[in-house]
């Protein structure tokens, strides 16, 4: 059974930084690409970052590049976001992802979510 457990998030002011962490359980965590992507109110749910499997490559959407860093620990089957410099329209339910392929067919798992509020 596919389990994606978060942890992290809450209230920051604009320019804090927040670590989010994803425990995952029930798959091979390494082969698996890991996503996070995000829901502000109003608007449809976006991809914030990616890492593939073993963490070969990482991909990010332009609003959050070089202040967001997708990371992972195979070991412990975790995958981490640290945001940092954060703004205002960051503020948003982030999201874990797990991209899973089943007899051909890509499903895609969700962990429970976590508001991410920046605001003074």
């Known amino acids: 059974q596919v389990q994606l457990v978060e942890s992290g998030g809450g209230l920051v002011q604009p320019g804090g930084s927040l670590r989010r962490a994803c425990a995952a359980s029930?798959?091979?965590?390494?082969?698996?690409?890991m996503s996070w992507y995000r829901q502000a109110p109003g608007k449809e749910r976006e991809l914030v970052a990616a890492?593939?499997?073993?963490?070969?490559?990482?991909n990010y959407a332009d609003s959050v590049k070089g202040r967001f860093t997708i990371s992972r620990d195979n070991a412990k089957s975790t995958v981490y976001l640290q945001m940092n410099s954060l703004k205002p329209e960051d503020t948003a339910v982030y999201y874990c992802?797990?991209?899973?392929?089943?007899?051909?067919?890509?499903?895609?798992?969700w962990g429970q979510g976590a508001q991410v509020t920046v605001s003074d």
């Open positions: 029930g798959f091979t965590f390494r082969t698996i690409t």
């Open positions: 890492s593939t499997r073993a963490g070969g490559s990482t």
């Open positions: 992802n797990a991209l899973i392929w089943s007899s051909g067919t890509p499903v895609r798992y």
